[in-house]
């Protein structure tokens, strides 16, 4: 069973390729989720095997509250942006397959916004300041985890590269909705665009699709991976 939740709006992406919220995996960084056992869901959908509908109490109060996590984060910040992104957006580097489902956009107009802990404002740039220039994707989260001063890197940060990527932007917002102890607190962290990160993304897509070409698996890292790429033991 699934430990917190990822907010989404439905099922926008293709199950055949890897999308935004699959990155964590695709690093080996999502705790409940390999990136083999990623892997055999690509090969899965490919071979007409779609996943089944997950379906739990708190996912359903994830989708419910990520509308008001958006627009809580859109006043706190003070710009103006849209909670509803009915298609998925498509990397326009086309040496690879990425989607990207968007909880929100931001229509940034130039603010410049600072890094203010005291608020629950996190600026996540070396200078501790950003301007929010053009389009940039806004991501949601609820999580019974205590408040972080930065995201578990699959709690957001790799989603939200992988997003840039998709939309195209140079920005991209985390609103994150904390539920741990202290009671419930939002934490909203910005960041910029990471080249080096987006390129790790890039070369990792490519890796795994010659690994399906090819027939080859990751490094065994766990019984689960060894049971899923090895089903039937046999002697040698």
């Not at 890094?115 to 404002?121: A, C, Q, V």
């Not at 195209?168 to 910005?190: D, E, N, S």
């Amino acid at each position: 069973p699934a430990k917190e939740t990822d907010l989404m709006v439905g099922k926008l992406t293709d199950n055949r390729f890897v999308s935004a919220s699959e990155i964590p995996a695709l690093l080996d960084l999502n705790p409940w989720l390999s990136k083999n056992e990623l892997q055999a869901a690509k090969m899965d959908a490919r071979a007409g095997v779609e996943p089944p509908a997950f379906a739990s109490e708190a996912a359903d109060l994830g989708t419910l509250f990520e509308p008001l996590i958006g627009a809580e984060a859109l006043r706190r910040l003070g710009v103006h942006g849209v909670m509803t992104v009915p298609r998925a957006q498509t990397c326009s580097d086309k040496a690879i397959n990425l989607q990207a489902s968007l909880d929100g956009i931001i229509m940034g107009k130039g603010e410049t916004i600072l890094h203010n802990p005291d608020e629950g404002i996190h600026v996540m740039t070396e200078s501790r300041m950003i301007t929010l220039q053009g389009h940039g994707p806004l991501e949601c989260k609820m999580t019974g985890a205590s408040p972080e001063d930065e995201p578990a890197m699959h709690r957001g940060p790799l989603q939200l590269q992988a997003q840039m990527m998709c939309l195209p932007a140079t920005w991209g917002v985390i609103a994150v909705l904390y539920g741990g102890r202290g009671g419930h607190q939002m934490r909203i962290f910005l960041y910029e665009e990471h080249a080096e990160v987006q390129t790790l993304i890039k070369t990792s897509i490519l890796d795994m699709e010659d690994r399906i070409a090819n027939g080859s698996w990751s490094e065994i890292g766990s019984t689960a991976d060894a049971i899923l790429i090895h089903p039937k033991v046999e002697d040698e």
